[in-house]
């Protein structure tokens, strides 16, 4: 079997903000495949779509409507064949979304199971009874804020929503939802699709018995801006019913040959690299799993080599998939911008660092340009979360802006009116600027793929972290013959080490290596033989 997936490099495509092909202002399936090349020409290995599927967009298409077929604002599934096509033609793998621990309110399976309590699907979706004072049953919050529960007058109970009240989640200790969903796999399967990214992947099980969830530890007196973060969700997630599903999706996806699974594991920081080892541990469950811990604030070397370390010690036989930015999330060079010498020198050390990882990597949209976070008005908000938690949360319409293909009127993304602005400073980081300039972000993230690429020690072999102070990461990676020493300065200031390697080799920034010194300008790596 081809593990074509085992140490490959994924890029994100939030199809909204890609490319607008018919001038509507939201990108679509035709933009995204006539920007193809560009992913292929990058280095990367497959493309991942965040959901496409009929939705009524509350929550951006994480609200399913039809999981068989295209929103219209996308564009139809022929559409979509051509697509998968056209990236096959490319050398390059598509994965899709898979947002199956909820659905929207719209979709007829909750219309039929909020008729009746009797009806063939009432047991589909996690139904409860009110306290006797009419209080929900327990104290479940959302992530968007508010009880985790809503009324429902047909059937005078309570519904279980995780996100939005407008996506209800599935009761997957019912075997008919387990089935339903693998029969919605499947008929992607068939259509060529390469994989799945399995959203919230470990939110399909609740409780049984609806316990409540204990508060969290917590250092700080004050309330979290978000209640959800203010509980230890015990009861309302990560069950340990969820293993044997992982393994149901897995024995469908071995049933087609060279497919893969990727799950998001949304978990509390001290147990979430613990699930991920969890749910890829062996080949029977995951193929790959990535979490939240390389996607905050947190820049250090302890940090990065804390999360990949336990990750192997928890599964030596699992695989991990990192990333620093995504759709939910402030984008890393913002993030991080206070460890930095410059956006584009904190952009270029970050690319080589996340390339280097054991692991297979995903890359979002506009990272390859260095691109940072837009500086939203609440005027501008279509972010959920962001209009509940704003001002101390703006949501995350600041990382899911356009792409900004060249300096033209709105990047070169749409010849209409954008679903979100295009602003100055993310212009200013354009492709087209970009190309064939030497040292660019973009340049530089294609030699660090290309170097990826040809590199077995890179792409699968194991790591040995060396003891090196604060700011410095450094690490071996060993394949067979191959021994690559990778070292990091996670800082803005110029940092001086002694180490073994004997000369520098790749893609390196600020870098100089004489005798057995190694200097490393701010920012800067070097990778060593």
């Not at 967009?57 to 996308?74: E, Q, T």
């Not at 230890?232 to 060279?258: C, G, V, W």
Request: aromatic share 12%; glycine share 6%.
């Amino acid at each position: 079997m081809n593990e074509w997936w085992r140490g490959s490099v994924t890029y994100q495509v939030y199809p909204r903000s890609f490319q607008d092909s018919n001038g509507d202002g939201i990108g679509d399936l035709a933009g995204i495949t006539q920007r193809l090349e560009h992913v292929a020409r990058l280095g990367a290995d497959a493309v991942w779509l965040s959901p496409v599927f009929r939705s009524p967009m509350a929550d951006m298409g994480y609200d399913v409507s039809d999981y068989r077929d295209i929103d219209p604002l996308f564009g139809s599934l022929a559409d979509f064949d051509a697509l998968v096509a056209r990236a096959h033609a490319l050398g390059l793998k598509v994965i899709i979304d898979q947002v199956i621990s909820h659905c929207s309110k719209d979709h007829p399976a909750f219309a039929e199971s909020r008729a009746s309590r009797t009806n063939p699907k009432a047991d589909w979706f996690v139904w409860a009874d009110p306290r006797p004072d009419g209080t929900p049953p327990n104290n479940w919050v959302s992530v968007f804020g508010g009880p985790a529960w809503e009324w429902d007058t047909r059937r005078r109970q309570y519904y279980l929503h995780n996100f939005l009240p407008s996506q209800p989640d599935f009761n997957f200790h019912n075997p008919a939802v387990q089935d339903w969903h693998l029969a919605n796999m499947r008929f992607w399967l068939e259509r060529g699709v390469d994989g799945f990214r399995l959203d919230t992947v470990n939110y399909f099980f609740h409780d049984r018995l609806l316990r409540s969830n204990p508060p969290e530890e917590r250092e700080e007196n004050e309330p979290a801006v978000n209640p959800y973060d203010m509980q230890d969700h015990l009861y309302s997630k990560t069950q340990p019913e969820n293993l044997p599903f992982l393994e149901r999706i897995r024995a469908l996806l071995d049933e087609f040959p060279d497919r893969t699974t990727v799950g998001e594991v949304g978990e509390a920081k001290r147990r979430a690299v613990q699930v991920m080892a969890d749910y890829t541990r062996g080949d029977r469950r995951l193929h790959m799993a990535y979490s939240f811990d390389m996607l905050g604030p947190e820049f250090t070397a302890a940090h990065f080599r804390s999360k990949i370390e336990r990750f192997f010690d928890g599964a030596p036989d699992g695989w991990p998939c990192w990333a620093f930015s995504n759709h939910d999330v402030i984008r890393h060079v913002t993030r991080w911008e206070k460890h930095g010498a410059s956006p584009e020198a904190l952009a270029r050390l970050a690319a080589a660092m996340l390339l280097s990882f054991e692991g297979s990597i995903c890359l979002y949209q506009a990272e390859e340009l260095g691109q940072t976070e837009t500086d939203i008005l609440f005027e501008e908000l279509t972010d959920p979360p962001g209009i509940a938690f704003w001002p101390e949360y703006k949501g995350r319409d600041g990382c899911r802006t356009p792409m900004v293909w060249d300096a033209s009127a709105n990047g070169g993304f749409t010849t209409g009116h954008p679903w979100l602005p295009v602003k100055p400073p993310q212009l200013a980081r354009n492709a087209a600027s970009q190309e064939g300039v030497p040292g660019s972000v973009l340049e530089t993230y294609r030699a660090l793929l290309a170097f990826r690429r040809a590199s077995p020690a890179l792409r699968t072999g194991r790591t040995q972290f060396l003891d090196a102070p604060e700011p410095i990461l450094a690490f071996r990676r060993d394949a067979g013959a191959q021994s690559l020493t990778c070292v990091f300065n996670l800082s803005p200031t110029r940092q001086s080490l002694t180490v073994a390697g004997r000369q520098i080799i790749g893609p390196s920034q600020h870098a100089k290596l004489s005798a057995s010194h190694l200097d490393l300008g701010p920012n800067g790596f070097a990778y060593l033989v």
